[in-house]
């Protein structure tokens, strides 16, 4: 293992911890606040890169405790983090639903 750090960024310089202990917002799809989490903050010193790594193994905060607000403020700055999916191309999909339609063709099953 790296002395230094774990992460190797791309331009190839191990990268050296800029910050410990930011908080993370998990966002959900539509943008609200999920889940407040701590992390630490990485840099490339060759080449300017950051990226967030070493999550704690549960959050803070979540949406629905009744702190949840008070404690984001508190902690600020937040870094957003969002999750979503990668839509399949188009052509992607018409071929997935060519593929299960010839599948079930012939056996009498309704896959629809």
């Known amino acids: 293992m790296p ?3 774990n992460y190797l960024c791309g331009c190839g310089r191990f990268m050296r911890c800029k910050k410990n202990g930011v908080t993370v917002e998990e966002l959900t799809e539509d943008g609200e606040g999920y ?3 701590d992390a630490d903050l ?3 010193v060759e080449c300017g890169v ?7 193994s549960s959050p803070l905060a979540e949406h629905y405790q009744p702190g949840y607000a008070a404690q984001r403020e508190r902690l600020k700055p937040i870094y957003p983090g969002r999750c979503r999916e990668v839509p399949e191309p188009a ?3 018409d071929e997935a639903y060519e593929r299960a ?7 009498g099953k309704d896959w629809r």
């Open 101 to 107: 339609a010839a599948k079930y063709d012939g056996e």
């Open 42 to 44: 990485f840099e490339c």
């Open 50 to 56: 950051e990226i967030i790594a070493g999550f704690a």
């Open 3 to 5: 002395t230094g750090s």
């Open 35 to 37: 889940k407040l989490w």
């Open 91 to 93: 052509e992607e999909r």
